[in-house]
């Protein structure tokens, strides 16, 4: 016997649909899904070491740059949601078409007149790392339809997996206002359980009628976008050693005041448990417990290990 099945409301264009946690789901290693997964692992790990990213998910985000990253991904998703649009009624994509749920370009467009004024769209331009990146998607958005799934896959999907845990780190590091001004990419208002939707999505995923050689297309496409944001974050590292340095907010450095002491980090702590050095960690995060900024530290990586392991878990 199944476990009950757990439904919920989603929107796809004008169409009901629902989300199904099913103990009777068996995904197969030749599944769509489970293909992207394995296929990208090394690259999105790889992405995950970036100094940019990493910086981020410390807290160590300075405001001119993320309002430059902000602006690579409206450009972004500018072009892969036209293409979307172009392309929502290919039976290739057409299971895919979740535009109240996922599109991001407006909440972009929000979030850069916040940053830079009524008149934002005059202030941007579209960097070179970025404009390949939409390069591409129009390219396979009008030659190649199939290979939107893996753009849609390594964007949307990371964006729910990760999107609350640095809308947090980016209101906290650039003291933005808890009401959401500035961070309002990833909040997913149509989205009530990112987990749902996710399992939803994969099962769409893995009911397209691909071949074989279609769907190992498709995975190195998501490795080339990965690719294409890795360049993206390059760009922004570039960027930030010709920008000044900036006052962090008080407790977003990455070690605080632990006085160059490696075995008080959270980091470090959470690394010695993932390791099998549990004792050890649990005596150490016992000590960073006690600390202030120990304890926001701590929370923020194991958030952020949270939502990098439920990419994985999708």
């Not at 995950?48 to 807290?59: A, H, I, M």
Request: proline residues 4%; charged residues 25%.
């Amino acid at each position: 016997m199944g476990e009950p099945r757990k439904e919920e409301n989603l929107q796809n264009g004008s169409q009901l649909v629902y989300g199904e946690d099913r103990a009777g789901d068996r995904l197969s290693p030749e599944d769509l899904s489970e293909l992207l997964a394995a296929g990208t692992k090394e690259v999105h790990e790889k992405a995950e070491s970036t100094p940019f990213v990493k910086d981020f998910l410390r807290g160590r985000i300075r405001r001119e740059l993320f309002k430059l990253g902000s602006v690579a991904l409206f450009f972004t998703y500018s072009a892969l949601e036209e293409e979307i649009e172009r392309n929502k009624e290919h039976p290739h994509f057409a299971p895919l078409y979740f535009p109240a749920e996922l599109h991001r370009r407006d909440a972009l467009g929000r979030d850069l007149r916040y940053f830079y004024g009524p008149d934002w769209r005059s202030q941007i331009q579209c960097s070179p790392a970025a404009r390949r990146y939409v390069e591409r998607i129009r390219e396979v958005g009008r030659a190649d339809p199939v290979l939107l799934v893996a753009h849609a896959y390594t964007r949307y999907m990371g964006d729910l997996s990760g999107g609350q845990v640095l809308k947090k780190v980016a209101q906290r590091a650039l003291k933005l206002p808890a009401t959401g001004e500035g961070v309002e990419f990833y909040q997913f208002d149509a989205i009530h359980s990112a987990k749902a939707f996710k399992q939803l999505y994969r099962s769409r995923m893995n009911e397209l009628e691909l071949d074989v050689d279609t769907k190992q297309r498709v995975v190195q496409e998501a490795v080339c976008a990965f690719n294409h944001n890795m360049e993206v974050f390059g760009e922004l590292d570039e960027v930030g050693k010709s920008l000044p340095e900036e006052p962090m907010a008080a407790g977003t450095s990455a070690h605080g005041d632990m006085q160059g002491d490696i075995s008080k980090c959270p980091y470090y702590a959470a690394q010695m448990a993932a390791s099998g050095g549990s004792a050890y960690a649990r005596h150490v995060m016992t000590s960073i417990l006690h600390h202030p900024t120990g304890r926001v530290l701590l929370a923020a990586w194991v958030a952020a290990l949270a939502g990098l392991a439920a990419w994985y878990l999708m």
